[in-house]
């Protein structure tokens, strides 16, 4: 196992009021896998990623993250909503920044790395260009080469394709997978998205909110490589779509219900 | 030649001067006052050079060069620590908060009671007065440094001296520049207050000079300069700011 979580929670306290923003969570993720966290806004798993990649801690619980080949702890890489692209760099620094403070990189030839991973996202002709000059889709291109480029144990992606219009996340699913499927890496994608989550995990971890729980992990049995349009042809796939959807519809029935109320 | 940047750049200028001309020249302003803007620029040109004028200009840039070099290197140097630094940061406020409005020219005479009647006490005022303006403005750039940034930077383990001088350095830059300027136009204000008094060279120097011996075209022509070096400061500032900006391109 790559990751484990056990009777991981997070509350936070801010001026005596306490927030749980996830409880009592179990779950293991695979090597090599792509797991989806999928779950309504505000079920905590964005907190979750973020305690995963080491930007916050749990409050209680225990997660455990391996290294691929060694006993010592994962390393891992982020791919965040809004692309995180440090502005005063072009694309060829945004990549090569992270590699030179990168222990792991050390004595490799890193402009070799940045020129495969920009050919990798098809961003050959944009190498010099500043983050600005570039499209949204662009950007999160950059920012999912910069991610693999680095060679973590574990990616780690939020909702990264949210703010991007449809067409263009269509086209970066793909380019997801192809990548993925090529670097062979564990990756956690936490999404709201039920299409997105069906089309592109092995498993997906259902949250259900206030609090934040896992509610179920569906395992997605579609076959590999997966292409967009073929595949939402398949009874198999709507079903899958459909199951979700059920799971997510319970978690949006208490609100109706206290709406009732209070009218 | 109305499409031209510079052709605007100097037409209100050369606007207010033609003006004056005109008021000097119809009699409506007192000559001996407000002597005719042709007249100052004659003196500051034929005249000037031979009373020594490029000493007091050259004395001047000199104490300004030291002051503004290392008052804007010290606040920088604060403005990241503190910006950066939580501890340092409660510590040095209240500091700041106290001192910095507190007029520089007030305290010139501790200065020179410290530091003696030359040079030094005049570059040091320069860098007080430079140093309060740029650290407030670098620290409020250090913080507006987004959070993704140091999220970015934790998570790819970025080491901390190229998490200064890579990520938040450039990310403070477009307001350490504010301070910049700021600071290079204070640096004149400054200079010139300190060489009204206890001192053989400088603009300052020579604008009372001037006063004290009824020579009023020499009086403007060191004015005139003081608002030439301002202008160029300002338009060089904002050259080096766009080459070291290329990603605020617009």
Redesign the interface.
Known sequence: MQISVAQLSKTFSRKKQQTVAYKNLNFQIRQGEFFCILGPSGCGKTSLLRTI???ETATSGELSIRSTDSLKQGT???V?Q?H?L????TTRNNIR??L????QMINRDLDAIVNEFIDLVGLKAFADY???QLSGGMRQRISIARSFA?EPDILLMDEPFVFLDYQTRCALHGLLLDIWQRKKKTLVFVTHDIEEAVFLADRVLVMSAHPGTVKNIIEIKLPRPREFLALRKLPAYQNQVSELMALLREECEPFRHKDKQSF | MFKNRYFWLFASPLGILLLWEACTRSGFLDARFFPAPSAVFHYLIFTSPGEGLWTDVSASLYRIFWGYLAGCAGGIALGVTMGLNHIVRIMVYPLVALLYPIPKIAVLPLIMLVFGIGEMSKIVVVAIGSFFLVLINTLHGVDSVAKIYHDVAQVYRIKKTSFVLRVILPGALPAIFTGLKLAIGYSLVIVVAAEFSGADAGIGYLIWQSWETFSIKAMYAGIFVIGVLGLFFSLALNLLERRLTPWRDK
Do not use: Q, R, T
């Not at chain 1, 440090?86 to 760099?89: Q, Y």
């Not at chain 1, 030179?100 to 222990?103: K, L």
């Open positions: 990649a080491g930007l891992v890489g982020m965040f809004e995180g440090f502005p005063w760099m920044f992270l030179e403070n990168n222990v500043f983050p600005h680095n």
